[in-house]
């Protein structure tokens, strides 16, 4: 039977380490960190995502404050209104929630944004820092596997590791990161994305499996081999008409195939997602000036 990749219960660890941590070096007089959001619209995923970053950021100590702004705001409005939060000295983190509507350049935005309080790691110039392995921040969702991985005792250094997507959010970052000569880095690495040919055969060589292209159940018990590490950052939703809700969430792992050949898996839900807002919370305080170790 397979190791669960806990990320609820390893979250939680990380983050009372992060509390213990902010009231030790507050008492010492370091300022409280302080995390603004910002909000285009009302797409309901954003704001579910949003509140998990407000009650992360309540339970730590960490200062929050949520911008919702209109669906039809323009860019030179919008960039006023980052351009406020990056003179304001009190505030250590923003963080502009995607997805933005059409009409606005993501791009754009995210070089709006000043890189000392790029807490999502988005600006050009972090995105260089870490490439130079030097990162001032680290990428959410990419470190959140990192961490799991080690934590759990499967260091990827060595290891035959393939990533399935090369978004800017997941894969490029996490790919990236696993090659570095640093902790959690040292991986032989291979990216896998739409083009790539005859896909169960590449993933079937992994000694660590990520999957992060939003595909429900793609992967599934013949891809992979025997023994087998898995994280899996899909997060998709399918019809359920017995659940409350009328649907389910599901990875993009068949968990059910995929489990009894595996050493360890990684849910959905239950797995990266806490783990991406723990490590906002530690790059919030990183802003700050917080020494922060895991």
Known sequence: ??????GKALSARIRTGLKEQLELQMAKGQPQPFLTTMQVGDDLPSTVYIRAKQRAS???GIGFRHHKLAADISMDE?????SEINHNQSVHGLLVQSPLPQHLDEVAVQRMVAPEKDVDCFHPENVGLLYIGRPRFQPCTAAGVIEMLLNYGFDPSGKRVVVLGRSVIVGRPLSLMLMLKARGGDATVTVCHSRTHDLPSITRQADILVP???????VR????KEGVVVVDVGINRVPDPSAERGYRLVGDVAFDEVEPRAAAIAPVPGGV????????MSNVMRAA???ISH
């Not at 018990?221 to 992979?224: A, F, L, P």
């Not at 997602?273 to 906002?280: D, K, N, S, Y």
């Open 78 to 82: 919008l960039r006023g209104q980052v």
């Open 58 to 60: 309540e339970e730590l």
């Open 1 to 6: 039977m397979a190791i669960i990749l806990d």
């Open 289 to 291: 000036g917080y020494n």
């Open 273 to 280: 997602g806490p783990m991406t807002v723990a490590i906002l």
């Open 212 to 218: 992060a292209v939003g595909q429900a159940e793609m």
């Open 221 to 224: 018990g013949d891809w992979v």
